[in-house]
């Protein structure tokens, strides 16, 4: 089975200030990683995704992701944050064997301060 | 780049009628279409699979009869919401996996259903 743990519910944080947001998973396959973001009443857009190569993963918006998978972790960064990244960022797994399934964290609400 | 669309994206229904919403992808083929619940605050849970041409794919504790869910052309997957209560209300989203990408998933914006 496979379950994302997303470790802050909220993260407030300063303009232009860095900012992580923390992932963790677990999964008895291999799995593919990725982190959406919400923006309020909308759909889901993909940030970045990990499906393999480099661990450093880049994605829009200035955004980058680690993948660890000696620490299951997928720690989303971002060096200096802008009033518009104010949303909800969901990590999520997707296990390699099926290439179906989407397991997505509870999300991070993510709020920056003028 | 491939794109869902989603209506309405706000509906209001009484209590005892049924709603539909509709996912539509515009530029691709999707044989696949997976319908998602969102509770305020809480993430995205599965609800179901719809294939074309064939019978939905409900997870466990979702009631069949209650979501119904058709997917009759290449394009275009439907959710209706039967003699829907109050404790429906929520956030339905829809995606679609788009052909020949690993992993590559677009997904609707989403409708707000309020149930009064």
């Known amino acids: 089975a496979q379950s994302v743990t997303q470790l802050d519910s909220q993260v407030p944080v300063f303009e232009e200030a860095p900012v992580e947001l923390r992932c963790n998973y677990s999964s008895s396959v291999s799995v593919y990683l990725f982190w959406y973001v919400q923006y309020p009443n909308q759909g889901l857009q993909l940030l970045l995704k990990?499906?393999?190569?480099?661990?450093l993963v880049k994605g829009i918006n200035g955004f980058e992701a680690e993948f660890n998978k000696s620490q299951t972790s997928f720690h989303l960064r971002k060096p200096s944050v802008h009033i518009s990244d104010t949303a909800e960022y969901f990590c999520?797994?997707?296990?390699?064997?099926?290439?179906?399934?989407?397991?997505f964290g509870t999300g991070t609400s993510l709020t920056v301060i003028p | 780049g491939a794109v869902v669309s989603q209506h309405p994206s706000r509906v209001i229904c009484k209590s005892g009628t049924s709603v539909k919403i509709e996912c539509r992808s515009l530029?691709?083929?999707?044989?696949?279409m997976f319908w998602y619940r969102q509770f305020p605050k809480q993430s995205l849970m599965l609800m179901a699979t719809s294939n074309e041409g064939s019978k939905a794919t409900y997870e466990q504790g979702v009631e069949k009869d209650k979501f119904l869910i058709n997917h009759a052309s290449l394009t275009l997957s439907t959710l209706t919401v039967t003699s829907a209560h109050p404790e429906d209300s929520s956030f339905y989203i829809c995606s679609a996996r788009v052909p020949q990408t690993l992993y590559g998933y677009t997904f609707g914006s989403g409708t707000r259903l309020t149930v009064v």
């Open positions: 530029d691709f083929q999707a044989t696949t």
């Open positions: 999520a797994v997707g296990p390699s064997n099926t290439g179906n399934q989407f397991y």
């Open positions: 990990y499906l393999s190569g480099s661990t």
